[in-house]
């Protein structure tokens, strides 16, 4: 069996930090590691539409946002097809016949559904207050999103530990329609990020989720100085009021940030943010840092500028790309024309197998003579 990836963002605006971390880093790292036959990324602008029915013209602009984050942080065409969802309507095809497959009840249950309901203040009972009802392609779009995975027949989905039941119920239908119908689809395993802080990094105010909507992102196209300002602010230990202080790692939202980027060689080349007029400080690893916050001495501000640093360094290459994708745009469509196109013809070739299996291929060569025969048979027999 080949060994296929399809992963993708909602196009909702420019991608953060939380993005690469979570996904976007390792995106690049499978495309280089060559153990994949095919890699898929698709910018999920139909799921945008979801619940931004109202405002088109918001997601038709930020499909540009998310392509050029995608193209400067590393991923390649020549490596990975890269594509528009609604261009490629096999999916909504095959949404329509895995919607007979699940029951309401079934993704009423559905924990990254509820949880996201909840977050964009739809009610099920419009009538109940002023809050908007679940427009029913929101509420259905775990369906959706089990027609793109399958659609390519993808056994690996890099996704955060929040997608987990996402992929679950992609499963289920895989299962489900196998059972049913033929071996047509392939039933795919979720790839967590390696270590706990790059599941989900926190917003800069300590709230569990980086949002756009929060203003509490850090994103990728985002200079020097504005990352300075916004590590500046950051959430610390509210324990922590003088430097001689024991200070609390778990709740330093700073050490969640150098969980996710720092590397031990980041202590040698910044190794000035550690020197000041009062304290000075040689670390080699973070586990050192980390023992020195617990034990007091170790300011918020050097682990800030530290941090900062850290960033910036990483982030630079990925500024400078962007800046020279940002003065070729016709280039940047050109690459989702053609990734749209190579994903329609793989997307095509799974609805044929699934139409047969269903036996609603009515037109096919030779199918219709079978049915013709058969028919004729039963009734001029």
Known sequence: MANI?????????????????????????????????????MIADAQALTDNADNPQKVRENILEVALDYLSAGLDPDKVCIFIQSQVSELTELTFFYNNLVTIQRLQRNPTVKSEIQMRGFNADEEADNKA??????????ISQAADITAFKANVVPAGEDQKPMVEQTREIVR????????????????????????????????????????NC?????????????????????????VSDPGNVEVNTVFTYLDAFCRDEHFEKFASCFVGRKSSFTFHNLDEAKAQYRAGGLGDMMLKNFLTAILNDTLEPIRQRRKELEKNIPYVYEV???????????????LKEVK??????????????????AQTAKYNG
């Open 5 to 41: 990836i399809l992963t993708g963002d909602r196009p909702t605006g420019r991608l953060h930090i939380g993005h690469y971390v979570g996904s976007l880093r390792r995106r690049v790292e499978l495309q280089n590691s060559g153990l994949f036959d095919r890699i898929y990324i």
């Open 133 to 142: 009802g679940i427009p029913v392609g929101f509420f259905c779009y775990p």
């Open 176 to 215: 489900k329609f196998n059972s049913t119908y033929g071996p047509v689809l392939v039933e795919p395993e979720i790839l967590l990020p390696d270590s706990h802080a790059c599941q989900r990094l926190p917003g800069t105010d300590g709230k569990a989720k980086m949002s756009k909507s929060l203003g």
């Open 218 to 242: 850090i994103y990728l196209s985002d200079s020097a100085e504005e990352v300075a300002a916004k590590v500046k602010g950051m959430f610390t230990d509210p324990n922590h009021l003088q």
């Open 336 to 350: 989702l024309r053609k990734g749209s196109e190579q994903a329609c013809q793989t997307a095509a070739q799974t």
């Open 356 to 373: 047969a299996a269903m036996k609603i291929n009515y037109f096919d060569q030779g199918v219709l003579d079978e049915l013709i025969a």
